[in-house]
């Protein structure tokens, strides 16, 4: 089954098309990785998911329901949930009231001890359970990504898009979020832009590769490897 299908999308700035005429189905329960080189349009096709931009053309059908026009706090309402490529997290706020801001969103008519609850599980999920009380902005880089995964989780995703989630961070600290990412995989849909190839391949159920705002390639990591058009488009083989 289908979670997610975008159809014919296109976005057009002038006589531009950062997105053009890009079909994508992303099955539930799939790691879905978004490649390609600067300037592909991964982050514009990813962003008119999440609600963020306007398709010129096109439809987006998140588990069969037509969400093309519904805005990004509607979308978050239906479980799709977006991680930025830079940090944006509250610097000034702990650790936890980030998290509870997020979880307020989803369970404000819930009462404060569910959304206590949902921050606990949701700061234990990235290893932050001893970071409640501290400032966010105090927080060493690849610990505010992992906090920012948090506010993510708080709002208990069904698709979490992840827009460079390991840009910046030191290799033994990609390792450990790969890691956490594999593990909120077993029940949540990945849809995973990301340059590292080498998390990209040991992540990915499939890959779908982009270039100048159309898709070049999909398959396995296997199957892109082995590409022709993406060895010479992306790999530069």
Known sequence: MNLLFAHNLSRHYG??????????????GEVRAIIGPNGAGKTTLVGMISGRITPSTGSIFFKEEDITRKPSWARVQRGIVYTFQITSIYRNLTCYENVALAAQRLLAKSGERAISYAVAQALGRVGLVDEADRLAGVLPYGHQRLLELAMALALAPELLILDEPTQGLAPAEIAAFSELI?????????????HNLKVVLELADKITVMDR???????????????PAVQRAYLGQ
Do not use: F, M, N, Y
């Open 15 to 28: 006589g531009l098309a950062a997105v053009d005429d890009v079909s994508l189905a992303v099955a539930k």
């Open 213 to 227: 705002g159309i898709i070049l390639a999909e398959g396995t990591p296997v199957e892109i490897e082995q590409h």
């Open 182 to 194: 594999r593990a909120v995989s077993r029940d949540t849909t990945i849809l995973l832009i990301e």
